[in-house]
């Protein structure tokens, strides 16, 4: 069976850097029929696709949170990770990664529990 599950920080202070890793159990990163994404929403919101690592590592951000996100992988471990640079109180949500079947958009088969991740000082 598959399992993603965020681990992280809980809390961030404001300007500093947001990261969060995905462990996968059960599939492997590197498998050619899927991408695995970062999707938050923040308290009171909807769904905000972050951004999504491929198979092959390439990766693709969402125009709006490019300049301040990164997302790698170690496949050693089978894991992707994400990092969002100067964060604000904005960036308060709940995070979540994903797999994403090719071919499916911005539709997932399996996500993570969530995790929750509050900008404060």
């Known amino acids: 069976q598959v399992q993603l599950q965020e681990s992280g920080p809980g809390l961030v202070k404001p300007s500093q850097t947001l990261s969060l890793t995905c462990t996968v159990s059960?599939?492997?990163?590197?498998?050619?029929?899927?991408?695995w994404a970062w999707i938050r929403q923040p308290p009171g919101k909807g769904l905000e696709w972050m951004g999504i690592?491929?198979?092959?590592?390439?990766?693709y951000y969402s125009p709006s949170l490019k300049s301040r996100t990164s997302i790698s992988r170690d496949t050693s471990k089978n894991q992707f990770a994400l990092q969002l640079s100067s964060v604000t109180p904005e960036d308060t949500a709940v995070y979540y990664c994903?797999?994403?079947?090719?071919?499916?958009?911005?539709?997932?088969?399996?996500w993570g529990q969530g995790t929750q991740v509050t900008v404060s000082s």
């Open positions: 690592i491929g198979y092959d590592g390439k990766t």
């Open positions: 994903a797999r994403e079947p090719t071919g499916w958009g911005t539709c997932y088969d399996y």
């Open positions: 059960g599939a492997t990163i590197t498998t050619n029929s899927y991408s």
